[in-house]
């Protein structure tokens, strides 16, 4: 294992980041964004999963190590000026999400506020690293409800707020700019 922004250029089709952008400081943010841009084949696409809804900046945030949550406009702009297009942005999560936001902001306080007391490089290590009883791992009996049939109602209604400014995650799919 190694640090990938100091990996040799190697042209692929695809990259993938899932929650890991917010955990750069702006100079980090740019360069992960320029060296997935040059790792691309010309036709080659960059996807982002990132926080979403700056108004929900929380607790796990501070927790996780996270130096933002990106509005659209943000996400649209950040990519842009690396040299990206965004060509879908989509919310995902809403409003479910943003209903259960003030039991979760209690689960993960109560569970792991001792983080908070760790330097920001430490909470980014750690952040993958969770076992919050009822927010990352749950009784099995729970598993009656917690499943992709019971769910799948829910599954629909996020669906159709993609939209939503206030989606607490974003899926942005983007492609080298056409300059």
Not at 109 to 124: A, N, Q
Request: proline fraction near 5%.
């Amino acid at each position: 294992m190694g640090d990938w922004l100091m990996a040799p250029i190697e042209p692929c089709d695809l990259v993938i980041s899932c929650m890991v952008m917010e955990h750069f400081d702006d100079e980090g943010q740019r360069s992960f964004i320029c060296h997935g841009r040059n790792c691309l084949t010309a036709d080659g696409t960059l996807i982002a999963i990132v926080p979403g809804s700056p108004a929900h900046w929380g607790i796990e945030d501070e927790i996780a190590g996270h130096y933002r949550r990106y509005s659209r406009e943000a996400a649209i702009s950040v990519f842009g000026k690396e040299g990206m297009d965004v060509v879908h942005l989509a919310g995902l999560t809403y409003p479910v999400s943003n209903i259960l936001f003030p039991l979760s902001n209690f689960i993960v306080k109560r569970s792991e506020s001792r983080k908070l007391s760790l330097s920001m490089v430490d909470r980014t290590k750690q952040s993958g690293i969770r076992g919050v009883p009822m927010k990352t791992t749950f009784p099995k009996f729970l598993g009656l409800l917690l499943n992709e049939k019971v769910m799948y109602p829910l599954h629909i209604i996020q669906k159709a707020f993609g939209q939503s400014e206030r989606a607490m995650v974003l899926y942005c799919e983007t492609k080298r700019s056409q300059v």
